[in-house]
């Protein structure tokens, strides 16, 4: 099916927001390494694996076969910042 002129319109005024916020978040990232770079002696970086801090708790069982409390819900928008930070491409900045 064919989309419909206005929602190709919107369709397009949604992906230059995304491009805007996408942008806004690459120069925040590329100000604050070289402020850090130009203003510090020493930097330490430690090898974050991201992708095992993100990963979902593992479900507990209890004794009748029901699931019990297991923090995935306070650890979800612990996940949510972690993959907005983009660490990765905060430190691609590190190697220019």
Known sequence: MHDSKPWKILKGKIAKLHQ???????DWQFKLAYHLLSDCQVIFLEDLQIASLVRRCK????DNGQFLPNGQSAKSG???????????????FWSM
């Open 59 to 62: 479900a507990k069982l209890g």
């Open 20 to 26: 805007l916020i996408a942008r806004q978040r690459l």
């Open 78 to 92: 612990l996940n949510k910042s972690l993959q907005d930070a983009a660490t990765v491409n905060f430190l691609m």
